[in-house]
């Protein structure tokens, strides 16, 4: 079954998630961000042709968090391909890893290790952000302080030596990639930027802002489920079940939804809950996706009629 969508029932749906939540507090501040206004709260979604809806708040810029792990991964599919990519995961040690409670992700600290070339950092990053900034439509912005003090945490939480302890493997030099992730962690971006983001996941690899390709177009069904999985089994479930899109999170309050085929939902909202994740930002793409009947587990094709 197909159901068409206007531009009036997007921007309906958006505005509808923004006046339901706007004034709903949920969750504190990430301690490690000092600048987040906790009444910002901004929405926009975009297709795959480049339409763009917005409300709120979307100049204000948040740092990428985990969402930056997509783009490292959309570089290591283009390097290695699927079947590589599974055997290049290494041993998963996945509980072993969740009570060293780091402060990065795990799992963003094996996959920089593993983007060619190694031993070389400069050139290594110079990849990465290439491809983020290609998924991106434009260029993200450093947050210096949050950068400072991620990497602080590197050291000051002994990750390289954590993760020893367990078994972790990483491909490259394990304090050199865990500060190279923190310093994407630290980069920047406004909702318009996230949405591209997503919408060129959406868009199997072209950006709808740039009309360029970031990726192979036969990786963008794995990217998104990569995207999708990003996260313990027992939260995705629930996720999956009341929103019926895949998503990833950022510690400072940005989420992006790819919604294939249609495009991307990036809601911001700078107070997240223990699991460092925007309850608003959850529940504006909750919203949206349900008033516009988007759900990839669903047998409805949405598609949209200029």
């Not at 290790?113 to 983020?132: R, T």
């Not at 434009?138 to 954590?162: G, I, M």
């Not at 190279?180 to 996230?194: G, H, P, R, S, W």
């Not at 390709?213 to 036969?218: H, M, N, T």
Request: charged share 25%; glycine share 8%; net charge neutral.
């Amino acid at each position: 079954m197909i159901r068409k969508i206007s531009l009036t029932d997007l921007k309906k749906a958006v505005d509808g998630a923004y006046e339901e939540y706007k004034d709903i507090k949920k969750g504190e501040v990430d301690p490690r961000i000092t600048n987040a206004d906790v009444k910002k709260f901004g929405i926009t979604v975009m297709l795959t042709d480049g339409t763009t809806v917005s409300r709120g708040d979307t100049e204000v810029k948040a740092p990428l968090g985990d969402i930056a792990n997509v783009a490292v991964h959309a570089q290591l599919l283009q390097q290695y391909g699927v079947k590589a990519l599974i055997k290049k995961a290494g041993k998963t040690c996945g509980h072993k890893v969740r009570k060293l409670e780091l402060p990065i992700s795990a799992h963003g600290i094996r996959a920089v290790s593993a983007v060619e070339p190694q031993n070389d950092a400069d050139g290594k990053y110079e990849i990465i952000s290439s491809m983020l900034m290609a998924m991106l439509g434009s260029e993200p912005v450093l947050d210096d302080k949050l950068y400072e003090t991620l990497a602080a945490q590197v050291d000051s939480e002994d990750v390289v030596n954590k993760l020893a302890s367990v078994d972790y493997e990483v491909y490259d030099d394990t304090e050199t990639s865990a500060k190279m992730y923190a310093k994407l962690e630290a980069l920047t971006v406004d909702t318009e930027q996230a949405a591209a983001f997503g919408a060129t996941m959406a868009a199997d690899g072209v950006n709808p802002v740039t009309k360029e390709p970031a990726y192979d177009a036969k990786y963008a069904a794995a990217l998104t489920t990569i995207a999708g999985i990003n996260t313990r089994p027992d939260r995705l479930r629930r996720w999956f079940l009341k929103s019926g899109v895949p998503a990833v999170f950022s510690f400072g309050g940005m989420v992006v939804a790819v919604m294939p085929g249609l495009g991307a939902i990036a809601a911001y909202a700078p107070e997240v809950g223990k699991h460092g994740r925007s309850k608003k930002g959850a529940r504006a793409v909750r919203y949206i996706t349900e008033a516009i009947g988007y759900n990839i587990f669903g047998s409805t094709y949405v598609e949209y009629e200029k």
